[in-house]
């Protein structure tokens, strides 16, 4: 079962520059056309970044194998071997430092 990357959503710089360059390769395609598409992407990286957000806070995770990275193995609700773990640990955390604010 594929998973639903980090990276998915949290695009580097660089590849942000590397799909702007595609501009180039894309013959016909007007300078606004192509903002539109780049402004989607960017779009659909917030989307996905939610949507994995809203996966681990209401524990869609826990069956296994995980839905957002695949991982089967031993220590599966161990921060240590999951990483999903420590994230739901992370997002659990800045919630309660927001709500003390």
């Known amino acids: ?7 998915g959503y949290a695009m580097s710089e660089d590849r942000l520059e590397e799909i702007k360059g ?5 013959d ?3 300078d606004d056309e192509a903002d539109w598409l780049i402004s989607e992407l960017e779009q659909s990286r917030d989307v996905a970044r939610r949507l994995r957000e809203i ?3 209401n524990n869609l995770w826990h069956d ?8 089967s193995g031993s220590g599966y609700y161990n921060a240590d ?3 999903c773990v420590a ?11 927001d709500k003390d604010e």
Request: hydrophobic share 40%; proline share 8%; glycine share 8%.
């Open 28 to 30: 016909g395609v007007t």
């Open 81 to 83: 071997k999951h990483s």
């Open 22 to 26: 595609y501009r180039e390769a894309m």
């Open 87 to 97: 994230e739901v640990a992370a997002i659990h955390k800045k919630r309660m430092e």
């Open 64 to 71: 296994v194998p995980c839905c957002l990275c695949g991982y």
């Open 1 to 7: 079962m594929p998973g639903i990357p980090k990276e």
């Open 55 to 57: 996966i681990l806070i």
